[in-house]
């Protein structure tokens, strides 16, 4: 059975960091390019960042560019997320999610089909 | 960046009714590369549609996807024979220009 399982989400200060993990299994995590996603609580989706199949390339969105950094141990079949000066404004349910064809493409170019049941990370005082 | 704009925002339809939910982009985008997802509390979001009008695996054909005559900036989701269980946010989301965006998101209810 194919299946993403997020985990290290937890209460943070803010400034401070955290480091999400999603582990794979029932499927060929190398030949799959993968994406975090979160949901801030009530609101709506936002996508976070990409990485290829091999973990060459990788993109952000400008929200945390700078700040988070996604990679990958194809050997473990674990995504990770590493988030740095976390704010308050990062709160929110992360899902990590793999896009539906494998593929080698530098760049996200495919629908996410399966999805990890998320981690909420908590920045607060 | 490309912006996603739902309409309605929100939905309030009965049991066997049908749902016409709209997603129109900021600026053209290629029709293969665009989605449809259900949220639900509590849950991942559940592919529903991609490539405008490709149902994903296992999802009803009470579900269709389907853009405008050629624009591509406008896009519909149609729900018929509404059922208590499509309770839900649906997004739409393009993943073919960089920043990814998803819609602000449509919700349905069912009275």
């Known amino acids: 059975q194919e299946q993403l399982v997020e985990s290290g989400g937890g209460v943070v200060q803010p400034g401070k960091s955290l480091r999400l993990s999603c582990a794979a299994s029932?499927?060929?995590?190398?030949?799959?390019?993968l994406h975090w996603v979160r949901q801030v609580p009530g609101k709506g989706l936002e996508w976070v960042a990409f990485?290829?199949?091999?973990?060459?390339?990788?993109y952000y969105a400008d929200s945390v560019k700078g700040r988070f950094t996604i990679s990958r141990d194809n050997s473990k079949n674990t995504l990770h997320l590493q988030m740095n000066s976390l704010r308050p404004g990062d709160t929110a349910v992360y899902y990590c999610?793999?896009?539906?064809?494998?593929?080698?493409?530098?760049?996200?170019?495919?629908?996410?089909?399966?999805w990890g049941q998320g981690t909420l990370v908590t920045v607060s005082t | 960046e490309i912006v996603l704009t739902q309409s309605p925002v929100t939905l309030s339809l009965s049991p066997g009714e049908t749902a016409t939910l709209s997603c129109r982009a900021s600026?053209?985008?290629?029709?293969?590369?665009l989605a449809w997802y259900q949220k639900k509390p509590g849950q991942p979001p559940r592919l529903l549609i991609y490539?405008?009008?490709?149902?994903?695996t296992g999802i009803p054909d009470r579900f269709s996807g389907g853009g405008n005559d050629g624009s591509g900036t406008d896009f519909t989701l149609t729900v018929t024979r509404l059922e208590p269980e499509d309770s839900a946010v649906y997004y739409c989301?393009?993943?073919?220009?960089?920043?990814?965006?998803f819609g602000g998101g449509t919700e349905v209810e069912i009275k």
């Open positions: 999610a793999r896009e539906g064809f494998p593929d080698n493409s530098a760049f996200p170019d495919d629908h996410c089909d399966l």
């Open positions: 029932g499927f060929t995590f190398s030949s799959y390019s």
């Open positions: 990485s290829s199949s091999d973990g060459s390339n990788t």
């Open positions: 600026r053209s985008l290629s029709s293969v590369l």
């Open positions: 490539g405008t009008s490709t149902r994903a």
């Open positions: 989301h393009q993943y073919g220009n960089l920043p990814l965006t």
